[in-house]
DNA sequence: TTGTAGGCGTTATCAG
DNA sequence: CTGATAACGCCTACAA
């Protein structure tokens, strides 16, 4: 930096000046720096501002998983985002421990991140005050709530499940099954819609329930539905946590030579690139993980920006139900195939 | 750090020591400078540490694209392996453009990373020169070459894709076709082995080929299975470059009324999960590449420790075909069913 | 084995 | 609007 300096005749703090508060210096001066910034190909050293302002261009990025596509989604958003920033990402997953996360939110914390990205609204105690305490912007992504700790994008897995067993309802489905791997805080908030909605209407029964704790897999789907099937054959309908799983239930229900969806409907959930394109096309809710990357860090990067207006401190992205055919059951063959 | 030091009645760099070097402290020492650091909570002021070293605990990560489920498996292996040393991840993609990765490597280079883990062999002359000069280790990974920069992980593209050509044949097929998308450097290499053993039986043709600039996906395999059905309706079998092209071109072959495996044999690359589950279970290559995320750092870590003695410095994780129903042709159904 | 002095590259603070 | 000075928290070098 003295280098830049002393080549655009100026001291030190002017180029440092130049360079973070631009409108504090001349325009004049700002150009001469700029140029000699270019000739020297100066790049600032991110450790030593680091050391002098007490605040890092790190952004923070706690994940449960990183497997799980649903996180890749939301990655791929949040690093599209970020790239225009001068910011950068942190990832860390917690593997669904909430110990973990404390873990993490400490190792975070103790490095003076320009900003934290949570999952969820299931945290600790601990660290849900360490999130409430944190110096710098928090969002919490993928739901909403009501009890934020600052910022919040997502939407609401009740609701959008809810929805779904409505759909189905309407399709004239009435004994509805849930298929559900890995049963984390939303997929139990997705269940309890499920149930609210298909309990209203007659069409729940716990044996038609069918759940693990092993990560979404399409082999998991497989499994899942066979043991459905053996365990409540009167199941007309389900409803998949995952779309892996729904891909999983339709592969093994050729195999048992169930027909979708006029023996059986099939919906999953987050609507997945090849949900469309399946045979039969599988009816899914499609979630906006992209676009939650992108809201969760422009939300972040606006509220360090001062000036913030600190409305919107909440933004529900929602969620569309996309209808395929494998639940347009079509009611006549129905009747004369399963009397 | 003072505070630690204090309460330990030592000075300051033998904390640091005690932290860094523990075997160049006494025990006692070590014993009462951890308790020190446990009773204030003492974390080591990372920025500080760079500054000072001009060490910095970043490894620098570039891949071609972060949502490309390939190179998902290939993170999960890196952040595990991670995870049980004091280095970071700083994750960057290139979106295929050789110039960003030029311009990314010039990013990390700036911030003095412990260690660079790159995609493939096929940087630009400037990026080669720059990885040639890095002053840390340097590990390419997910294929391998005569000439490393460094360390090197992967394995041959090349070879796999012609082992599966040979696969196709031995099982009785003689008109192999190729679905290819975003044919990046790999893709063509896996092309060119497929070509070479294709053409060797005679099985190979150009009118066979299908390939596309854009991201695999489900839905393009579909749409190039319908491109190569009317181009060359004679294809008996296809090898996908990628497994949600097969998954895609094997929805679309139902909706064709194209029987698998005995109207048309299919294979995919990469073994994802689903390959196994599907109906009929498709043959695909499984390819190791958790186990190349961490092999990639676990040499890395290696080559830092000093001591490292450079052997192995080219490890080739092999590939393996894993032979499903999709390429198990029924010799005697075929001829009554497809005269 | 432990300690002392000095500096890493930048920014906060206060003057001009 | 610009500059001088003194940190920021740690580590390298050298000394004891």
Redo the contacts with the bound molecule.
């Keep these: ?2 280098d830049v300096a002393a080549r655009a005749g ?5 180029v ?2 130049a ?2 508060t631009p ?4 325009p004049e ?1 700002r150009a001469e720096i700029a140029r000699a910034v270019d000739y020297l190909g100066y790049v ?2 991110a450790a ?2 680091a ?5 890092t261009d790190v952004i923070g990025v706690i994940i449960p998983s990183i497997t799980n596509s649903v996180f890749a989604d939301v990655m791929r958003g949040i690093y599209a985002e970020v790239d225009s920033t001068p910011f950068k990402i942190q990832l860390a997953n917690t593997r669904y421990s909430p110990r973990m996360e404390e873990n993490l939110l400490r190792v975070f914390l103790g490095q003076n991140p320009a900003g934290l990205v949570v999952t969820g609204i299931d945290q600790s105690e601990t660290a849900r005050a360490l999130l409430e305490a944190a110096p710098c912007p928090v969002v919490q992504i993928m739901e909403i709530g009501d009890d934020p700790v600052d910022l919040m994008v997502g939407f609401s897995h009740h609701e959008a499940a809810r929805a779904t067993a409505e759909h189905l309802l309407k399709r004239g489905y009435r004994k509805l099954a849930f298929l559900g791997a890995r049963m984390d805080p939303r997929s139990q908030r997705r269940f309890n819609g499920f149930r609210e909605a298909a309990s209203a209407a007659g069409a729940f029964s716990e044996s038609r329930v069918v759940t693990s704790t092993s990560p979404s897999s399409v082999t998991l789907g497989a499994q899942l539905f066979a043991e459905l099937i053996d365990r409540a054959p009167d199941v007309d309908a389900i409803f998949c946590n995952n779309d892996d799983v729904a891909l999983g239930a339709m592969f093994e229900a050729r195999r048992h030579n169930v027909s979708i969806p006029d023996q059986m409907g099939l919906c999953g959930f987050n609507d997945l690139e090849m949900m469309a394109v399946a045979e039969p096309p599988i009816t899914s809710v499609r979630t906006f993980r992209y676009e939650m990357g992108r809201r969760a860090i422009n939300m972040l990067v606006g509220a360090l920006d001062e000036k913030a207006d600190r409305t919107n401190a909440v933004v529900d992205l929602g969620f569309e139900i996309r209808a395929r055919q494998s639940t347009n059951r079509s009611t006549i063959e129905r009747h004369s195939l399963h009397p």
Tied chains: 1, 2.
């Design positions: 930096m003295s100026v001291s030190a703090i002017t440092s000046r360079l973070r409108e504090k210096v001349t001066l600032p050293h030593a501002r050391l002098a302002s007490k605040r």
